[in-house]
Each structure stands twice: as structure tokens, then as C-alpha cells.
């Protein structure tokens, strides 16, 4: 049975540091990754969806990388601002459903 | 267009009653799914509609929980005999089409906060 699990589980960070979210899945068998961002009593917004084929994708400020052999993915975040307060959700694709982690909660202070 | 809207965002309910919850997935996706997320924890997966047609429907909790899609569009997820332990935050996704080696990304609702007292 695929299992997630995101280390930390919560992080606080100052404005302007380089952060580090991980991400591992027990079975390397997945088409893709997504990463979402879920504020407090919202929905989740995808952030970035790597495919299995892949090995990083980009956007803005934000850099995810997929090791699928190591079962691992980690999402950069440089330069953080207060507005990236939120909890970092990774999940993974094995067939149609996603399959989460529990999350990384991010405060950064300013 | 609009995204993934969900209807009512809050629902209170005594235990023994039935709800409906509503999902409207963005236009011209193919894919719809349900989630379950209780508090301090990732999503879990309910359902999973392609079109009409529900394909699987492995992680419903038990045959309290019933989903459709008739029109293949709007989806409703009904829970008959609310118990306390279905409090959860539930959330729909759509993506324009899944499966056969094609898994596009799943853009996700605001959620139906469940409350049974």
C-alpha cells in the first residue's frame, strides 16, 4: 500500500530564507506528483505536478524535483515571504486517485 | 472560466440526518473526484467519476456514503444517517480526463466543512 509522508511537519522560517519541504512514497510505481498549497479553511491549490517522466518542474519562486527511484520529492521555496504561510501538501498519482501526505505547515515571520 | 465550486461551503447536521453535498467541477472536465480530509490530515479518496460513469468507488467508508453523477457534470455526494465520526472537510476535484497512462493535474474545490453534533 502506497504511504506518504512529508518532514517536517511544521516549519518557521524568517522572510527571505531558502526553504526545503520533503516528500517520500513507499512505492516508486507512480505516473505523478502534485504539490499543493491549502490555506485555512480553503480548498487546495495546486502549486506544481511533476510526471512521472520528469524529473523537476518550475514556477516562480517555487522548484519541485521527483526521484522516483529513492521515493522522494523535494519542493524549494526561495526567498519566502509571509504570504507563503500555508500547509504544503505532496501527493502522489499511482493510478487515478491521489494519494496525500499529512502536510508541512509553514509560518514564515517578517 | 470559474473553478471547482462546491456547495453549501458549511453544513451542520444532527446525527441521523442525511446530507447532500454538491460539486460543480469546471467546464469540460472529464474526471471528478471526492475526498474526505479530517482535521490535521492529508485527503483521502472516496470516489472517482469519469463522465457518468463512477469507476471506482474503493474508498467510501461504508454504504452510507453514495455518490452520482447522472449528467456526467454536477456531482452530489449523499450521506445517509450522519454519525459524528463523518465530521470532515469534503473536497472535489476535476481534471480535464484520467486514466489510460494520462493523469492530468486535479484542480481542487474550496470543500463542504461537515459538522454532526
Known amino acids: 500500500k502506497q504511504e506518504v509522508t512529508q518532514i517536517p511537519a511544521a516549519l518557521s522560517v524568517p522572510e527571505g530564507e531558502n526553504l526545503v519541504l520533503n516528500c517520500s512514497f513507499t512505492d516508486s510505481a507512480i505516473y505523478n506528483l502534485q504539490w499543493f498549497r491549502q490555506d485555512p479553511g480553503k480548498g487546495l491549490t495546486s502549486l506544481l505536478l511533476?510526471?512521472?517522466?520528469?524529473r523537476e518542474q518550475t514556477s516562480g519562486r517555487l522548484n519541485a524535483s521527483l526521484d522516483k527511484s529513492s521515493g522522494r520529492s523535494t519542493l524549494y521555496i526561495a526567498a519566502s515571504q509571509p504570504g507563503d504561510s500555508a500547509t504544503y501538501l505532496c501527493a502522489v498519482g499511482p493510478g487515478t486517485a491521489l494519494i496525500f501526505g499529512k502536510g508541512t505547515t509553514l509560518s514564515v515571520s517578517s | 472560466g470559474a473553478g471547482v465550486s462546491q456547495s453549501p461551503r458549511y453544513k451542520v447536521a444532527k446525527r441521523g440526518q442525511d446530507v447532500a453535498l454538491r460539486c460543480d467541477p469546471i467546464s469540460g472536465h472529464v474526471s471528478l473526484f471526492w475526498y474526505q480530509q479530517a482535521l490535521g490530515q492529508g485527503p483521502e479518496f472516496l470516489t472517482y467519476?469519469?463522465?457518468?460513469?463512477?469507476?471506482?468507488k474503493s474508498g467510501l467508508p461504508s454504504d452510507r456514503f453514495f455518490a452520482e453523477r447522472p449528467e456526467g457534470s454536477v456531482s452530489t455526494l449523499k450521506i445517509q444517517r450522519t454519525q459524528q465520526e463523518d465530521s470532515a472537510v469534503y473536497l472535489c476535484?476535476?481534471?480535464?480526463?484520467?486514466?489510460?497512462?494520462?493523469?492530468?493535474?486535479?484542480?481542487f474545490g474550496p470543500g463542504t466543512r461537515l459538522t454532526v453534533l
Open positions: 467519476f469519469q463522465n457518468e460513469a463512477q469507476l471506482d
Open positions: 476535484a476535476s481534471s480535464l480526463i484520467a486514466g489510460d497512462d494520462v493523469y492530468n493535474e486535479q484542480f
Open positions: 511533476i510526471q512521472s517522466s520528469q
